[in-house]
């Protein structure tokens, strides 16, 4: 009888333990129903979400310009000076163009004869050697009262040593700028006619009156007669020269020589050629 009892028990309590569970569920569906569903009659606005207006919103906006603005340069900073220096006196404006080297002045000779005088310009730039040996002629006096003579139709000579010709020859300098183009070269002759090894006469000169190409890197000219072409062209033969002057400031030319201009004053003197002035 107990048993059974109890059996009942469990039976009521099991039922009535569904029966809750079924009304807990009809209960949730109908109000879930309710909130999902709107009212006849009635709209529901949407729903909108409002700024807190509580705390000020301090993130800038991410907005980004169409056209940005270049960064700013920070401003050049100006380099520090050096101490200033002492005052000096202000230097001299340069002139627009540089003051060239002043040329070394031209050298003449100037023939004074019976008949007239000229000019001559002596090369001392192409033919220095040969204008020393010249020049030192004149100083002695060597030229002074020679006549001039062995005349050709091209050539007027002078030079004749009565006792001999001194024991030194010269080489020949050469230019280009002294071919025998044109009249009025002054020349030294050649003491060969080898003209592969001649070498210049040291007392012996010729001028030219007309052109003669063929002596072009022949014979060494060393002057070109500036003045009074027209009286070495009409010299006679036999007619003498009174005497022959340097124009011009040789003095520097002829130290560069100074060693051999003692060497041919010994030569001159061995064969009788003193020194007349």
């Given at each position: ?22 009304g ?27 700024p ?35 005052p ?16 070394s ?10 008949s ?7 090369a ?10 010249f ?34 020859t ?51 000219a060393?002057?070109t ?53």
């Amino acid at each position: 009888m107990l048993s059974r009892l109890r059996h009942r028990l469990v039976s009521l309590a099991a039922c009535t333990a569904s029966a809750l569970a079924v009304g807990i569920a009809a209960s949730a569906f109908s109000t879930s129903a309710a909130c999902a569903a709107p009212q006849s009659g009635s709209t529901t606005p949407p729903t909108t979400t409002r700024p807190d207006t509580t705390r000020p919103d301090t993130t800038p906006p991410t907005t980004t310009p169409s056209n940005p603005p270049p960064a700013a340069t920070p401003p050049a900073t100006a380099p520090k000076q050096p101490p200033a220096a002492a005052p000096t006196a202000p230097a001299e404006k340069p002139s627009e163009k540089p003051a060239a080297a002043p040329a070394s002045a031209p050298i003449f000779a100037l023939f004074e004869c019976e008949s007239g005088s000229f000019r001559v310009e002596l090369a001392t730039k192409q033919t220095p050697r040969l204008c020393a040996n010249f020049i030192n002629l004149v100083n002695r006096g060597y030229f002074d009262g020679q006549a001039w003579a062995d005349f050709s139709r091209v050539v007027r000579q002078t030079g004749i040593n009565p006792s001999g010709d001194p024991a030194y020859t010269l080489p020949r300098e050469l230019s280009k700028d002294l071919f025998f183009d044109k009249p009025g070269r002054i020349c030294f002759s050649n003491n060969s006619e080898d003209v592969s090894t001649a070498r210049a006469k040291p007392t012996r000169i010729f001028i030219t009156v007309r052109p003669q190409d063929r002596w072009n890197l022949q014979y060494a000219a060393f002057g070109t007669i500036v003045e009074g072409l027209d009286v070495a062209f009409n010299l006679k033969e036999g007619e003498k020269i009174i005497r022959v002057k340097i124009e011009g400031d040789f003095a520097a030319h002829q130290a560069r020589y100074a060693k051999q201009i003692a060497e041919w004053n010994a030569a001159l003197d061995k064969v009788g050629l003193i020194d007349r002035r």
